[in-house]
């Protein structure tokens, strides 16, 4: 009869291993490491490879641990308040004049219902960004301005950098 008793410990050796490299991943993150390095340090070909890889880690882990989801309630507070302002910017029929790179916030907070955790801050910081370097726009009104400081505080929150 073979001897099985070694492979009965690779279950938790791989939980231990799935919970130490998403606690790297997430500490690379919060040290200011692009997504793109941690796919190269991985040996993944892409940032958004690195990025699904950490969403099947926690996945994973959290299968195995008890307790929600760390991510959970912040990212769904960020998707909220991201969809508030898109909805804020559909309805603002001068929205395409109001600056630069307005027609380019528009297009991308329209990715947002679809995108994954990592995805979702990307696109989240990226049109905070063009919002913010507006110089000589058009004002926001008051409601979609309110909007943005909530997107803004709801991205500090669940940044994994926080």
């Given at each position: 009869?073979?001897?099985?008793?070694?492979?009965?410990?690779?279950?938790?050796?791989?939980?231990?291993?799935?919970?130490?490299?998403?606690?790297?991943?997430?500490?690379?993150?919060?040290?200011?490491?692009?997504?793109?390095?941690?796919?190269?340090?991985?040996g993944l070909g892409s940032r958004q490879a690195a990025e699904q890889r950490r969403l099947r880690?926690?996945?994973?882990?959290?299968?195995?641990?008890?307790?929600?989801?760390?991510?959970?309630?912040?990212?769904?507070?960020?998707?909220?308040?991201a969809l508030e302002v898109h909805r804020r910017v559909g309805a603002d029929r001068r929205w395409?004049r109001r600056f630069t790179r307005a027609v380019l916030v528009r297009e991308t907070l329209s990715?947002?219902?679809?995108?994954?955790?990592?995805?979702?801050?990307?696109?989240?910081?990226?049109?905070?960004?063009?919002?913010?370097?507006?110089?000589?726009?058009?004002?926001?009104?008051?409601?979609?301005?309110?909007?943005?400081?909530?997107?803004?505080?709801?991205?500090?929150?669940?940044?994994?950098?926080?």
């Amino acid at each position: 009869m073979a001897d099985l008793s070694g492979l009965r410990g690779v279950p938790a050796a791989r939980a231990r291993i799935d919970a130490e490299e998403l606690e790297l991943i997430d500490r690379a993150r919060r040290a200011g490491a692009t997504w793109g390095e941690i796919a190269d340090a991985l040996g993944l070909g892409s940032r958004q490879a690195a990025e699904q890889r950490r969403l099947r880690l926690v996945a994973a882990v959290r299968g195995r641990l008890p307790g929600p989801d760390p991510y959970g309630e912040s990212l769904a507070r960020l998707r909220s308040a991201a969809l508030e302002v898109h909805r804020r910017v559909g309805a603002d029929r001068r929205w395409d004049r109001r600056f630069t790179r307005a027609v380019l916030v528009r297009e991308t907070l329209s990715a947002v219902p679809e995108a994954t955790g990592g995805a979702l801050f990307a696109l989240v910081e990226a049109v905070i960004a063009d919002v913010g370097s507006s110089d000589g726009a058009r004002p926001l009104p008051a409601p979609t301005r309110a909007a943005f400081d909530r997107l803004r505080e709801a991205l500090i929150q669940a940044s994994p950098k926080h």
